[in-house]
């Protein structure tokens, strides 16, 4: 009874091992390198290189649930699919997949990894989170080190940032439980906040002032493809600001089916350091 966690080093996961693993379930985290910290145990696995997708199995013959984090393609459907039959054939029999609150069931990218799953009739959930406040001290991080800023083509538009330890609450009794409470459940934090409000709050937590930039979207585009972000990819990106700018996200705080704990005031006092000023 072994818990495989693809991307298990990635930022949805490492809340979610630490979890699991003081709770005593056996478990293997899968990247590409299959290096991984202590005191946990790795194995190698690519999601482009379908002759990696035995190895966990060779070495965990036991593996019977799978969190999954998929490849970042604009279209990673095929590989998961490929990935989830083989998985079936080799016992697995529950699937917790990390999606996102704007993506229904049947909509790409995703949401056909739910409808899929929803049709094979196995235990699933497919996790859909509002951003993750992490973002902040990873791809926006840079931006506020050196230019004091934020740049978005969001607007106005609001989101539910949120934290990766309340999304992992959900995906560990998602894995554990004996009956899974939510199958596709949106996840957001306790507050809905602008890009305006975060620069406010950054500001006064890192004593300095820190702007939230507004952008157009070929702006932001540019901006993608400045941190070397394929078109295709950066289009996307862009496009998912439009939807925030519209208010989409906006609606899906208002029928999220969780709401966690954590505030993003609190991960921006308890992560200063990431943002000391770089001149
Ligand atoms: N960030 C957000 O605000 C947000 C919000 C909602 C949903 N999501 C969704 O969350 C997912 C990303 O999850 P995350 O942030 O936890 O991931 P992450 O921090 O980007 O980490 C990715 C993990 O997957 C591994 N990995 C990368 N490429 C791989 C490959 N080809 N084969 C096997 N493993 C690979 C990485 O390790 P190695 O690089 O060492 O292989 C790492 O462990 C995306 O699907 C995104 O749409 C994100």
Not at 92 to 104: A, H, I, T
Not at 227 to 233: C, I
Request: hydrophobic share 40%.
């Amino acid at each position: 009874m072994t818990i495989l966690v693809i991307g298990g080093t990635g930022k949805s996961a490492t809340p979610l091992v630490r979890l699991l693993h003081q709770a005593n379930h056996p478990i293997v985290l899968a990247n590409r390198s299959g290096t991984v910290p202590a005191p946990y145990t790795g194995t190698r696995f690519d999601w482009l290189d379908p002759s990696t997708y035995p190895l966990p199995f060779s070495t965990h013959p036991d593996i019977d649930r799978v969190y999954l984090v998929a490849p970042s393609l604009i279209d990673p459907y095929p590989q998961v699919k490929a990935f989830i039959d083989y998985a079936r054939a080799r016992g697995v029999r529950r699937f917790v997949v990390m999606s996102g609150s704007p993506l229904e069931k049947g909509q790409p990218p995703m949401g056909r990894v739910h409808e899929y799953l929803d049709g094979l009739g196995v235990e699933y959930c497919a996790l859909r989170p509002s951003w993750f406040f992490d973002n902040f001290a990873t791809q926006y991080a840079d931006r506020i080190r050196t230019e004091d800023e934020i740049v978005s083509a969001a607007g106005d538009g609001k989101l539910g940032y949120v934290s990766t330890e309340d999304i992992a609450d959900v995906a560990f009794k998602a894995l554990v439980d004996d009956v899974i409470e939510h199958d596709n459940p949106i996840i957001v934090g306790p507050e809905l906040v602008s890009y305006d409000q975060i620069a406010d709050m950054l500001t006064e937590v890192l004593g300095r002032k820190i702007t939230h930039r507004r952008l157009d979207e070929a702006e932001l585009k540019q901006v993608m493809l400045g941190r070397g972000m394929p078109e295709e990819y950066a289009q996307m990106m862009v496009a998912i600001d439009g939807y925030v700018a519209g208010g989409g996200e906006g609606k899906q705080f208002e029928r999220a089916n969780v709401v966690g704990k954590r505030k993003i005031r609190d991960f921006f006092e308890a992560n200063k350091d990431v943002w000391r000023k770089v001149d």
